[in-house]
């Protein structure tokens, strides 16, 4: 949870707030990877986010959370990055990873479920539970690459749509057949590896 | 109103996580999702996937 930092003016002591923005280097990481998934690329963005930090702490003064005021610069330093691998490799490109049709089979021929989706038992007491976290983060990342970047933008960095579709260069249309792919694809392997085992 | 199959449930569900359905889109899945207890269950479902990521940015599983 969101540990509070004191606010005095980083001005003020320039060691001390180098000292808290250090120690949260560690919860930056894991936010950059969680999205990146790439431990060079992850390590890079948050890099520059603490110099970027450094070099404007009077931005920082009397904001109320470090924490938050450095993830939102981290989230543009991501972005950033999304939008220089995007250059590289189009996600428009993309084959299969797209198709509406992904599961079909999961429904008869009148659109019904072929297997009725079950009930999660209090879903809720599983998120803080580390096996769940960790079978969660497994279940991501058999996500298809590209599936999971759209999701996790969408879900993690917690960017609206229209953004998401700017950055990637894609049509909102597809965006929401990527989102409801990624979705369906988390729900099936959450039963499967956590809900549905007795 | 046209009555919506699980199938177009699913993916209406989803969408609504992501932008504003419209009136009747809205009206249609209410409809559904009162005789339909599997898709009662995905709506659920999918409404957790967005707690269950902001509990992993927060733990110590994610790498």
């Known amino acids: ?198 | 109103m046209k009555l919506l199959s699980c199938k177009e449930t699913s993916r209406l569900l989803s969408q609504g996580e992501d932008r504003k359905l419209a009136f009747g889109e809205r009206v249609a899945l209410r409809v559904h999702l009162a005789i339909c207890n599997g898709c009662r269950n995905v709506d659920k479902q999918f409404r957790f996937l967005r707690q269950a990521v902001h509990a992993l940015a927060e733990s110590d599983a994610g790498k």
């Not at chain 1, 003064?61 to 924490?67: E, F």
């Not at chain 1, 990055?81 to 590289?88: D, L, V």
């Not at chain 1, 058999?142 to 700017?166: D, N, Q, S, W, Y």
């Open chain 1, 1 to 198: 949870m969101g540990a509070r930092f004191r606010t005095s003016s980083p001005l003020a002591d320039p060691a001390d707030f180098r000292r808290q923005i250090e120690g949260l280097r560690p919860y930056l990481l894991r936010y950059a990877s969680l999205q990146l998934r790439d431990a060079a690329a992850a390590e890079d963005a948050v890099q520059e986010t603490l110099l970027a930090a450094l070099a404007g702490a009077a931005g920082f003064a009397g904001r109320a959370n470090l924490r938050t005021w450095l993830t939102g610069i981290l989230k543009h330093k991501i972005v950033d990055t999304i939008r220089r691998q995007s250059r590289e490799r189009p996600i428009s490109e993309l084959g299969a990873e797209g198709r509406e049709d992904e599961f079909d089979d999961l429904f008869d021929a009148r659109g019904h479920w072929e297997e009725t989706p079950d009930a999660w038992e209090q879903p809720e007491g599983a998120l803080g539970q580390k096996q769940f976290l960790a079978a969660l983060d497994t279940c991501l990342q058999a996500l298809p690459k590209r599936t999971a970047r759209v999701f996790m933008m969408r879900e993690h960095l917690g960017m609206e749509t229209p953004e998401i579709c700017k950055e990637l260069g894609i049509t909102p249309t597809h965006c929401w057949v990527m989102l409801h792919r990624a979705r369906t694809a988390l729900r099936l392997c959450l039963q499967t590896n956590w809900f549905g085992k007795s």
